[in-house]
């Protein structure tokens, strides 16, 4: 053979190497597993950064002030809407910094679900902004520090367009109007296909959580049920223009826990993904995902699961590993709680908004008699909590932490 052939065929070789490298640069799937870049099954284990770009009322100490809008109406009607903007900025900043990440990756976690609010992707008004590129320059200062410590995103739309669940955890209106209005089924497609030609090369993302907790159980399953897969299938049709490399993760109806909704998988990268709280520890409780899983020969895993005492978190925990099903528990942290990774101090003084929040509010009158004696001392409590929730301040709840199987 000749030494230009001989050229030849090891650029040939050469060539088709890394294009395999290439191949193996995002997180894949093979059957029933999770494949990570090493070519070998990923279990999944990490939290979700709850409370940040969708803040929960129930994290803020609230009871019926539930949703991001009211959590921001209730403020600004205490602090103003300037302060109140100024207010949002700095929590955004705060909640989440590269010191939370590096503490992360420090546990033994692998994967980070990341939620957020579509409005972050739209000029319309939240939390004080109108700019559209905001859940960008959150986004990218996330990756940023992600592919720091190689801790993998999932990014998970808790709120879409219209409100897909119905409750406040889709910051809507009381209704999943999603899935009978066109023209937010095309908003939530063309903000997927914008994140996914954004990020459509970068590895450290490791797949998208079309919609989160879809159709809650008080609204009639038979008439929006069979509306759901439609939807997914659009939304990933439009990604994969633009998009080929990552997951895609699909949760099920009422609260994601309803599989019967699925029929056959339609693209080679799906994930199926489940959310269950306060069970007990049984087998039965994941049965029929395990079923589903052998049924489809795909990959299923749990998005959300937590909020309990240590020991049920060890026992659910082991419960999943023992079926292989990878994890994100809820949520990474929270103010006066053990019940998460982490936790902050309440700020003094703090129980006046809460107080505040508790009060009649549903007219003018109201809020006016309703109104905080003393509006600096609520001001300073909130200034506080931007402090607090620092990572610095925070403390971790080694039970918790231990009962995951992490390191504290």
Known sequence: MNKPLIRLCFLLIAFGFFKVEAQQK?????????????GKPMLLKGTNLGNWMVPEGYMFKFKDVSSPKLINEAITEVIGPDAAKDFWQKYLDNYITEGDIRYLKSTGMNSIRVPFNYRLFTNETYLGSTDENRG????????????????????????????????????????????????????????????????????????????????????????????LEPLYKKITKEIRTVDKNHLIFLGGAQWDGNFSVFGTPFDQKLVYTFHTYWTEVKQEVIQKYVDFRDKNNVPIYIGETGENKDEWIKGFRELLEKNNIGWNYWPYKKMDAKSSISQFPQPANYDQLIEYTQKPRTTFEEIRKAAPANRQQIKQALEELLKNCRFENSTPNKGYVTGLGLKV
């Not at 995002?26 to 090493?38: A, Q």
């Open 26 to 38: 995002f997180i894949g799937v093979s059957g029933k597993e999770i494949i990570g870049t090493d």
């Open 136 to 227: 960008f320059i959150l986004l990218d200062k996330l990756i940023k520090w992600s592919k720091k410590e190689n801790i993998y995103l999932i990014l998970d739309m808790h709120c879409a367009p219209g409100g897909q669940t119905g409750d406040n955890i889709d910051d809507g209106f009381g209704y999943p109007f999603l899935f009978e209005n066109e023209q937010s089924q095309q908003l939530t497609i063309s903000i997927w296909k914008k994140i996914a030609d954004r990020y459509k090369n970068e590895p450290i993302i490791m797949g998208y959580d079309l919609l989160n907790e879809p159709i809650a159980h008080y609204f009639d399953a038979s008439k929006l049920n069979p509306l």
